[in-house]
């Protein structure tokens, strides 16, 4: 097997092996587990072991199955937004926020519509952080401005104008029927219509179930992922507002 194409691994190398979980609205019995197999089997998984099922709540059970599957992953036609800008520490942030932009970088961030979950924003913009990495408020040539949760639109554009935010960050966790997507949207548009397009604030998004390849078709600049700590976004932002500006002006 070429070094691109690979292969899941369980308990031995290249065996195939998978583990997956799911649940079904059906209430736990031997029907339930033989339903849970036949689902398994349909997905390609054979054979397909139950390894766990577990009633959760009225009418619905839990699963986890293990299983073989013969398809092969090709590493070379995988598609992903790979990081396109240095990796900075705060010291050098601050620096050419400092000698290049000669002003504090403002930032405005916020979870809007119904999303209460500010783990997401907080993690990226209050100074304790993530993961031992400083938040973006720790930052001496960032201005801050952290909205909070269930931020409306019209709301978000307000403060972006008063702060005169350089960029505005926005966490969307809740993903129940696409809710992240029409938000990012909704505010997306938003912002065109209310600034011209030399005014506008960068526009940046970060949930756990954002597509990174969407910042086209949801009108925004950037989309962060899982995983990504105040130092990328704070790199990012200096490679988009201070960097990207000082190499048009020359």
């Known amino acids: 097997m070429s070094g691109s194409i690979v292969r899941p691994y369980g308990d031995t190398t290249g065996d195939g092996m998978v583990q997956m979980s799911f649940t079904l609205p059906v209430p736990h019995d031997k029907r339930a587990e033989g339903a849970a197999l036949q689902l398994a089997g349909k997905m390609g998984m054979d054979p397909a072991m139950l390894v766990h099922a577990k009633q959760m709540g009225d009418g619905f059970t839990f699963f986890v199955v293990y299983g073989r599957v013969n398809h092969l992953v090709d590493l070379s036609a995988v598609q992903v937004v790979e990081r396109d800008f240095p990796l900075l520490s705060a010291k050098e942030v601050n620096a050419l926020v400092k000698q290049r932009l000669r002003r504090k970088l403002s930032v405005v961030g916020a979870c809007i519509g119904t ?41 978000l554009v307000e403060a972006a104008r008063a702060e005169r935010a350089d960029a505005v ?19 997306s548009a938003a912002f065109r219509e209310a600034m011209p ?34 130092s990328e976004v704070a790199s990012y932002l200096v490679h988009a507002l201070v960097a990207q500006k000082v190499k048009a002006s020359a």
């Open 169 to 187: 960050l926005v966490s969307q966790v809740v993903t129940q029927r696409d809710a992240h997507l029409h938000n990012t949207r909704e505010m």
């Open 115 to 155: 999303d209460a979950h500010t783990v997401g924003i907080d993690a990226i913009l209050n100074v304790k952080g993530i993961a031992g990495e400083k938040g973006l408020e720790y930052y001496r040539e960032l201005k801050v401005t952290n909205l909070g949760a269930q931020v409306s639109v019209p709301d």
């Open 197 to 230: 397009a030399g005014r506008r604030p960068l526009l940046i998004v970060g949930g756990p179930r954002f597509d990174e390849k969407m910042t086209g078709e949801l009108g925004v600049d950037r989309i962060f992922g899982r995983g990504t700590t105040p």
